[in-house]
């Protein structure tokens, strides 16, 4: 078993940043893909973020490409979400996940383990 816990959500203006951690415990994750998802109030969970297990992969949705970096810390078993320029279109509980196998997958039903969820709200 995977225990995954995010933190580094809150309030933050548009234009502004925000760093996430996942911090993963239990069976190693340094050998899966990890990643970051997120679901907006009364829409469907979303694909954002992925790096594969040597961290030299990653993989964006396009809406957050170019604003949003993925790094991971297998010595730590951390992965980091950072967001920056952000828009109130970002608003949402962002998830962290990870998969059984080392390749990514934007689709969330092929990650077994996941996070309980971190708040981001970015306001106008």
């Known amino acids: 078993q995977v225990q995954l816990v995010e933190s580094g959500g809150g309030l933050v203006q548009a234009g502004g940043s925000l760093r996430l951690s996942c911090a993963a415990s239990?069976?190693?994750?340094?050998?899966?893909?990890m990643g970051w998802f997120r679901q907006a109030p009364g829409k469907e969970r979303v694909f954002v973020a992925a790096?594969?297990?040597?961290?030299?992969?990653?993989y964006y949705s396009s809406s957050v490409k170019g604003r949003f970096t993925i790094s991971r810390y297998n010595a730590k078993s951390t992965v980091y979400l950072q967001m920056n320029s952000l828009k109130p279109e970002d608003t949402a509980v962002y998830y962290c996940a990870a998969r059984s196998g080392t390749s990514c997958s934007p689709y969330d039903s092929e990650y077994i383990y996941w996070g309980q969820g971190t708040q981001v709200t970015v306001s106008s």
């Open positions: 790096i594969n297990w040597s961290g030299d992969s990653t």
């Open positions: 239990g069976r190693t994750v340094s050998s899966s893909c």
